[in-house]
């Protein structure tokens, strides 16, 4: 099998590509991506020299180098990531999320069409859109996200992902292409840049600097480990059905506030070194970032019964794990 990965060099790229160059050995992947700021080719440092694995570095917004890439690689399928994936950024400058949210999704979108068209083949292959549960607003202190939950985005970011649903969609509609669309809660876990709340917690802390922490830390978030996330990627683009939707979450819901916290007694646990022996000292409120949605949460029931998906492990053991990871990093 031949797969195309976008954004393989961001933190859910990489991690799945690891997954899937693990799980199928039969599978020859080929990652696009423009390298941003928020790539790092050191997380695929152990796949890097695998015959099955090879990195193209293009803008999927350059349609020629999109088209000529779909049609040397040929691939049997698509895990469509990459993006421009950070709010805070999106709300300080739109158009890169314009760009690489709505119109490289198009490229690809549309040039995998018209090479499945000329390859005969229309609609076989699979592209599988990964998109996110902020395109969905903001619920109040009740209610989850559905796949039938109405599009209320509130942020460029969310907004510029919305447009690519909508893409998506149109497209099995109009051209029956076979597209899955998945939209998941927050992840956390390895290989997440500096910028998202996790890495930031951790590295503010070590350097004893202030811990940001936006309005009054009462926002809600849906926290799911990347690896329940890639592997609910893998089962979605094999056995999920085509023209659906898939919303991914961990039934995980944390205040910001109380997550600060308790990443910072896992720190004081690991490390030992907090301020007057505790990290929280460091807690330090913010003015709150404009449109910031008030709660996400996902109800995962149609993955969970119709693909048999479930979160693994328990939320303290990942955040643990994720805390030493960023530690090492942190410490390097
Ligand atoms: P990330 O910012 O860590 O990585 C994105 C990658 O895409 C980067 O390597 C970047 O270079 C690449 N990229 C961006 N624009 C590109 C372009 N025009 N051409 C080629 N490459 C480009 O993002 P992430 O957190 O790994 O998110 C991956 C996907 O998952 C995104 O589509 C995001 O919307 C979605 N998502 C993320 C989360 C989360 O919590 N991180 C949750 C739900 C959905």
Not at 11 to 24: E, K, P, Q, R, W
Not at 177 to 201: A, F, R
Not at 202 to 216: T, V
């Amino acid at each position: 099998m031949h797969i195309i990965i976008t954004g393989g060099a961001g933190f859910i790229g990489s991690n799945l590509i690891l997954h899937l160059m693990d799980t199928y050995p039969d599978y020859h992947i080929l990652n696009l991506d423009k390298l941003s700021y928020a790539s790092d080719p050191a997380y695929l440092k152990r796949v890097e020299n695998n015959a099955r694995y090879n990195f193209l570095h293009l803008d999927l917004v350059n349609r020629k180098m999109v088209r000529d890439a779909i049609r040397d690689f040929k691939p049997d399928g698509i895990f469509h990531l990459a993006a421009e994936s950070h709010v805070d950024n999106s709300i300080d400058g739109p158009e890169p999320f314009v760009m690489s949210n709505v119109v490289a999704t198009f490229n690809i979108l549309e040039e995998f069409r018209q090479y499945q068209t000329g390859s005969g083949k229309p609609g076989d292959a699979r592209f599988l859109h990964v998109s996110t549960d902020e395109v969905y607003g903001s619920l109040g202190p009740g209610g989850f996200f559905t796949e039938k939950s109405p599009y209320a985005p509130n942020s460029p970011y969310s907004a510029t992902k919305a447009g690519s649903d909508f893409l998506v969609r149109s497209y099995y509609h109009t051209y029956s292409m076979n597209v899955i669309t998945t939209n998941c809660s927050n992840n956390y876990g390895p290989h997440q840049h500096d910028e998202k709340l996790i890495p930031t917690v951790i590295r503010s802390a070590l350097r004893h600097e202030p811990i940001p922490i936006y309005g009054k830390g009462d926002n809600i978030r849906d926290w799911l480990y990347v690896e329940d996330h890639c592997r609910a990627l893998d089962l979605a683009f094999h056995d999920g059905k085509a023209g659906e939707t898939y919303v991914i979450g961990g039934h995980n819901e944390w205040k910001n506030i109380d997550l600060v916290r308790q990443i910072c007694r896992i720190m004081n646990a690991v490390t030992g070194e907090g301020p007057e022996g505790d990290y929280q000292n460091l807690m330090s409120f913010t003015a709150d970032r404009p449109g910031h949605d008030q709660r996400y949460a996902i109800d995962p029931s149609r993955i969970e019964s119709e693909l048999g998906w479930r979160p693994t492990g328990t939320f303290l053991n990942h955040l643990e794990n994720t805390v030493r990871w960023y530690i090492d990093r942190y410490k390097e």
